[in-house]
């Protein structure tokens, strides 16, 4: 949280003992909480060594279907020893920065953070710098200079259906009576990061462009009118339950639905190809810095860039690992065919549709 | 006679002209007042404070922010919604309470309803949301049993994923709740009422609409503003159902904390929420009024 | 009570829990339906979801503390809440509407907003007192007031306190016995339905917990719920059971205790 926020937060510590606050947190005395790169404090090994001493590490806002978060967890556990503490697995990125400022100098304040772009941008005063032993595979637009974020995987937005039910082509196959209360997205627009990108698909699909999401409001207030659209949030259990059998979300999201209902399809259009990655991020406060550090070596060593990649997601060191060999090909085959340039929104185009979407959304669906 | 004996043992038991009892009255107040002063009202001023705090020092923008259309219409859907639900809850429940009141007091039935009760009136959220969908939404069992049978639903659209659906949610929850705070009042009906009715020659409409419920309307309506007061408040449930924009304040405050696309808003939330304290406020004051009136002539 | 107007109460009563009982039971059996479904259209119905919940050590951890937590609240209710009511009502009745005020406005703010109030004073407790998920009783405390100022002031509206306090205070009482064994035994049935309440309150809380950082039941049932649908539908009805048979077991336990004290007569 910037500024004000922070500010009312401080006025509230004012008024209870601050002194006591400006301690050390948690239980790291560890040397670790400035370290920029395992190399220049002893190597792996004693990251290693350091982390499991530690023996805890805080995550926040994973889901373990989302891009098979439960089996990295799992993996990492099982591997280092080290208990993975989750907290507020439905929570948004924004959530997960607010935490960490609430739960500052606490032993269960995040250690990591993987978040959506807009919010990394936007808070790099809470990150600390750190560079994995893989950072020259990560591709220079990809990461922070300073290495503050870095960007972990992405996807690109889709259209996942029952194939049982439906046949999409098109994103303007939606728009016809065959869809009659099938379509939905996965979440508020004005809220969700997945949602907005969902609303920009259908904007580059009928003629808008990234710096214009007005065509894909108009889009989804045609399919409002016509009765298609379900304003319910889709869910793994909406999904199953018929629903909502028509999804706009990430294709990793999209295709971890499969394993339950195995008629479904993801549909990525030939004409619109929308991207978006996520950002890893150490907080400058973890309770657990070695063990944090180590979850970032893990996330971006081979097995954990694999284990994304069998989650649908495109690691972001995947060009990198195409050429050495160590990509795993049976899921990378798995991936949606995607033939053409994606684009991504950038920051200010972010916040532009963001600001469209608050004054026009609700006018348009909310009938 | 009384009143005389009464005033001169309170003379007795007053000797310092009352002040001294007064003061002493005050302080068994004191350990809620303290609990609450640090608990309730410290976040509650937290808050309001954030609500006038802006990047640059105190500001009156987010409450300016408060007179967009957009959030007048979250306001007004908030309260045509709670009050919808709660007044609905509260008949209902007051039924289904006064079924259950009237059996046996002891009986298994009424443990089985409060306890019943007692876990819905608490079960929201996403799983709610769900659980109606799984009911009557486009794939619900009810709905497929019926077209099966050849009736349609929802011939004019699905009326479940709009405000209309989310208040027949809401009574899902308070009912049961009614149930649970009203229900002591019911107890305290007393036989002698009744039979007094009858003695002077009121039927069952009488003994309802000049004895009973007088006597039963200030727990009806404190229970209907807790009703109110809940609905009113409650996110979770309208945000898995509807993701059409902030349609009511909750969902418009959840936004800006928690939203991922816009800048950080934090201090518009603590405006609406300081927006939704004083809605509230208003409300109780005018159940207050209410109340005065309808137990003038009760002992109190 | 005469024949015909018993009949017609029992006629009522029918009616009322017939339909009632159809639109409380109809959603649940929704859930139960959905989670006990194999997976492709033609499956047989399973139970997997079900046991695949297991013993789970997060999920015990989690209900110990929610169910500590729960006594810890109702039991802190009855300390606080219930003599300040009375009590105030007997000898400062200008307090009365401002403190029913009072035990409102935690219903009022959403607890979304209400956290970020709390989160500054849970970082001072948890890094000076304690971090120990049991410092939730205090916010869970603040967060019952509304539903258990409700369920008490119902009884306590039904009791004429003045007259019962005065005839006790002029044979010799003192205040405490005028509270407990006067004034609370005939408002037993709003005392048990407020702990009733309070209970419900903390076991099924899950917005203050999770924005805080720590894990109560519904907290850990969310984090076990994000891997599959059944099983997070499944994990909610078996919390709506556990917690229903909970309380029944609270209300027969109540039960138990008021007869043992031998309860004064009631007016």
Request: charged content about 10%; proline content about 5%; glycine content about 8%.
């Amino acid at each position: 949280m910037k500024g004000s926020a922070a500010r009312a937060t401080c006025l509230g510590l004012a008024l209870t003992v601050v002194g006591t606050l400006a301690a050390c947190g948690g239980s790291s005395d560890s040397s670790w909480s400035n370290v920029t790169s395992a190399a220049s404090n002893g190597g792996m090994s004693a990251l290693v060594t350091a982390a499991k001493a530690e023996g805890q590490l805080n995550v926040i806002a994973l889901p373990l279907n989302w891009a098979n978060y439960g089996a990295i967890i799992k993996d990492f556990s099982a591997k280092y020893g080290i208990k993975v503490n989750q907290a507020n697995p439905q929570g948004s990125s924004q959530d997960e920065v607010n935490a960490v400022n609430s739960e500052k100098g606490t032993s269960k304040a995040p250690d990591v953070l993987d978040i959506g772009m807009a919010v990394a941008w936007a808070n790099t005063s809470l990150f600390a710098p750190y560079e994995v032993s893989e950072w020259s595979s990560i591709p220079a637009n990809q990461k922070d200079a300073g290495g503050l974020w870095y960007q972990d995987y992405g996807g690109y937005m889709s259209i996942g259906y029952d194939s049982s039910k439906y046949t999409v082509t098109s994103v303007a196959d939606l728009l016809t009576p065959a869809f009659k209360s099938a379509v939905a997205l996965n979440g508020d627009p004005t809220e969700a990061n997945a949602a907005l990108n969902g609303v920009m698909l259908a904007s580059l699909a009928n003629g808008g462009s990234i710096s214009n999401i007005g065509p894909g409001v108009s889009f989804f207030k045609q399919l409002n009118a016509a009765g298609n659209f379900v304003p319910v949030t889709a869910t793994a259990a909406t999904i199953d339950n018929g629903t909502t059998p028509v999804v706009f979300d990430w294709d990793y999201l999209n295709s971890a639905s499969v394993v339950n209902l195995p008629s479904w399809k993801v549909f990525v259009p030939s004409n619109a190809i929308l991207g978006g990655y996520y950002a890893q991020a150490i907080t400058k406060t973890a309770p657990h810095p070695a063990a944090a550090r180590l979850w970032e070596e893990y996330l971006y060593s081979a097995t954990g860039q694999n284990l994304w990649l069998q989650g649908g997601a495109r690691p972001v060191e995947m060009t990198a690992m195409q050429a050495n060999g160590s990509l795993n090909q049976t899921y990378a085959a798995a991936l949606p065919a995607v033939s053409g340039s994606p684009v991504t929104l950038d920051q200010s185009q972010a916040s532009a549709a963001a600001s469209y979407l608050a004054s026009n959304w609700s006018a348009a669906v909310g009938s | 006679m009384t009143a005389v004996a009464v005033s001169e043992t309170e003379y007795v038991r007053r000797p310092l002209g009352g002040r001294l009892r007064i003061s002493s009255a005050w302080l068994g107040a004191a350990p809620f007042l303290l609990y609450t002063g640090l608990f309730l009202f410290l976040p509650t001023v937290l808050v309001a404070v954030g609500a006038f705090s802006g990047p640059h020092g105190p500001t009156l923008a987010n409450l300016a922010q408060l007179s967009r259309p957009y959030v007048v219409s979250a306001f007004l859907n908030s309260l045509v919604l709670s009050a919808v639900s709660a007044s609905v809850g509260a008949v209902v429940g007051s039924v289904l309470a006064y079924a259950v009141a009237t059996g046996s007091p002891d009986g298994i039935l009424r443990r089985l309803v409060t306890a019943f009760c007692g876990v819905l009136s608490q079960f929201g959220g996403v799983t709610l949301a769900f659980a109606f969908i799984a009911t009557i939404g486009t794939e619900g069992f009810i709905v497929i049993w019926l077209q099966q049978h050849g009736i349609r639903f929802y011939p004019n659209g699905v009326w479940l994923f709009s405000l209309t659906g989310l208040t027949l949610i809401y009574t899902y929850f308070e009912i049961p709740l009614m149930v649970i705070v009203f229900m002591p009042a019911l107890d305290g009906i007393r036989p002698q009422w009744r039979e007094a009715t009858e003695t002077l020659g009121g039927g069952t409409w009488h003994y309802w609409r000049h004895v009973a419920g007088p006597l039963l309307m200030p727990a009806f309506l404190g229970a209907w503003l807790l009703l109110f007061a809940n609905a009113f408040s409650a996110y979770a449930t309208a945000a898995a159902l509807l993701d059409i924009g902030g349609v009511i304040v909750p969902l418009q405050i959840s936004r800006a904390l928690s939203s991922e696309v816009g800048l950080d808003q934090a201090n518009f939330a603590a405006a609406l929420a300081l927006g939704m304290v004083v809605i509230v406020a208003i409300i109780t004051l005018l159940y207050a009024r209410l109340q005065r009136r309808s137990a003038r002539w009760l002992p109190r | 009570m005469n024949r015909r107007r018993r009949r017609r109460l029992a006629a009522f009563k029918a009616v009322v829990y017939v339909v009632l009982g159809l639109f409380f039971l109809l959603p649940i059996a929704a859930m139960v339906e959905f989670a006990t479904r194999g997976v492709g259209i033609s499956s047989p119905r399973t139970l997997t979801a079900f046991t695949s919940i297991g013993s789970d050590p997060e999920l015990v951890d989690a209900i110990t503390a929610s169910l500590e937590l729960a006594v810890i609240t109702s039991l802190g209710m009855l300390a606080l809440l219930l003599p300040t009511m009375i009590w105030i009502r007997l000898r400062v009745p200008q307090m009365v509407r401002p403190v029913e005020l009072v035990c409102l406005t935690p219903l009022t703010i959403p607890a979304i907003v209400l956290v970020v109030g709390f989160a500054p004073i849970y970082n001072w407790i948890e890094i000076n007192v304690s971090d120990s998920i049991l410092m939730l009783a205090l916010a869970y405390l603040v967060l019952v007031l509304p539903y258990c100022y409700r369920a008490l002031d119902a009884g306590l509206s039904a009791v004429d306190i003045r007259t019962l306090s005065e005839a006790a205070r002029s044979l010799g009482a003192s205040w405490a016995t005028v509270m407990w064994r006067i004034i609370v035994p005939n408002m037993s049935s709003a005392v048990s339905n407020a702990c009733l309440l309070c209970v419900a309150v903390v076991l099924g809380e899950f917005t203050v917990a999770n924005l805080l950082n720590f894990e109560n039941l519904q907290v850990a049932i969310s984090i076990l719920g994000t891997g599959n649908a059944s099983v997070s539908i499944a994990l909610a009805v078996v919390s709506l059971v556990f917690v229903f048979f909970f309380l029944l077991l609270l209300s027969f336990l109540g039960r138990a205790l008021s007869r043992r004290r031998g309860g004064a007569a009631r007016a």
